[in-house]
C-alpha cells in the first residue's frame, strides 16, 4: 500500500498549483490519475463502457493535458497508436479499438492529430520525434486539402469548408456540414505548418498555411451567409443554427489554439 501510495503521489505531482483552495488543487491531482489510468493498455480510452475505445479526439485533449502534468513520456509513447492506422491517403481512423461503437468519418480527427505532435514538440523540443512524424502530419494536412476539394467549388454557405461528417457525435446528426470540424481543420494545418517551419520545410509550410488561412475565409463567409451580415453568434453547423450544440461547437475557436482573434466582434457576440 505504501509503494503504491507513492508511486501515485509521484505521478500526480510532477505539476504542483499553490492555490488558496486545497479542493482545486486536490482536484487536479485525482484528474490526472483518472487521466493516467485512462491509458490502458496503450493509448486513452475516455470511458470504461460504451466509450472504451481509442478517440483521436480524447488523444488531444488528454494528451494537452498530460503535457502540461509533466507526463511527455506517456504522450510519446501513445502517438505512434494515432498515426500506426493512417490510411495511404492521409486519413486518420478517429476510433480504434476491438469493439468501436460506430465506424464513421469525424473529420476533426486530422486537425487533433497534428496538434498532438506539435503539442508534444512545444513542451519537448525534441525535433527527433516531431522529424519522425512529419510525413504523417504532412499526409494529413494533404487529407484535409482533398477534403475541401468536395466543397471548394459548390454553390452556397458550404463553399470551402470540410464536407459533413459525424464530428463530435453529441453535436447532431453526421448530414451535416459542422464548423467545429472546420475549425479543427484550420488548427491542424496550422501546426502543420508550424512543424514545416521548425523542420525546414518552407515550401511545405507556405502551401499549408495558406490552405488555413483560405478555410479560415471560408467559415466566415459561411457563416455570414447562414446568419446574415453581422451574424449574432456562431451556429453549430451551416444546417442547424438553433440547437445548443453551438456552443460547444465553437469552443475550437479559441482553445487550444486560437483559430480567430478572442477580440474579433463576432467572437464576442457568440460567447455573450
Same mark, same amino acid.
Given at each position: 500500500? @505504501?509503494?503504491? @501510495? /507513492?508511486?501515485?503521489?509521484?505521478?500526480? *505531482?510532477? @505539476?504542483?498549483?499553490?492555490?488558496?483552495?486545497? #479542493?482545486?488543487? *486536490? &482536484?487536479?491531482? &485525482?484528474?490526472? /490519475?483518472?487521466?493516467?489510468?485512462?491509458?490502458?493498455?496503450? &493509448?486513452?480510452?475516455?470511458?470504461?463502457?460504451? #466509450?472504451?475505445?481509442f478517440w483521436i479526439r480524447d488523444a488531444a485533449y488528454i494528451g494537452l493535458a498530460l503535457l502540461q502534468n509533466g507526463h511527455s513520456d506517456a504522450v510519446k509513447a501513445y502517438i505512434p497508436e494515432v498515426f500506426d492506422a493512417q490510411e495511404a491517403d492521409g486519413r486518420i481512423p478517429p476510433i480504434r479499438g476491438d469493439d468501436i461503437p460506430w465506424d464513421v468519418d469525424e473529420w476533426d480527427a486530422q486537425g487533433q492529430a497534428i496538434f498532438l505532435v506539435s503539442s508534444y514538440y512545444r513542451y519537448t523540443d525534441d525535433l527527433d520525434t516531431l522529424n519522425t512524424w512529419y510525413p504523417a502530419l504532412r499526409k494529413s494536412a494533404q487529407f484535409i486539402a482533398a477534403l475541401r476539394d468536395s466543397e471548394r467549388d459548390t454553390e452556397g454557405p458550404a463553399r470551402g469548408l470540410l464536407p459533413p461528417s459525424k464530428s463530435a457525435e453529441d453535436l447532431g446528426r453526421e448530414e451535416r456540414h459542422y464548423y467545429w470540424d472546420d475549425f479543427w481543420a484550420v488548427v491542424g494545418l496550422e501546426e502543420a505548418a508550424f512543424a514545416a517551419r521548425e523542420l525546414g520545410e518552407t515550401e511545405d509550410a507556405a502551401w499549408i498555411m495558406a490552405e488555413a488561412d483560405a478555410l479560415r475565409d471560408a467559415i466566415v463567409d459561411s457563416v455570414e451567409s447562414v446568419m446574415g451580415a453581422e451574424p449574432p453568434y456562431i451556429p453549430g453547423a451551416v444546417e442547424e443554427v438553433e440547437s445548443s450544440a453551438m456552443a460547444r461547437g465553437t469552443v475550437p475557436v479559441l482553445w487550444p489554439v486560437r483559430v480567430l482573434s478572442p477580440a474579433n466582434p463576432l467572437l464576442e457576440r457568440s460567447f455573450e
Open positions: 500500500l @505504501v509503494e503504491t @501510495v /507513492g508511486m501515485w503521489r509521484r505521478a500526480t *505531482d510532477q @505539476v504542483t498549483l499553490s492555490l488558496p483552495d486545497d #479542493h482545486i488543487a *486536490d &482536484a487536479r491531482r &485525482a484528474s490526472i /490519475g483518472y487521466l493516467l489510468l485512462a491509458l490502458d493498455p496503450k &493509448a486513452p480510452r475516455p470511458g470504461p463502457l460504451a #466509450h472504451d475505445s
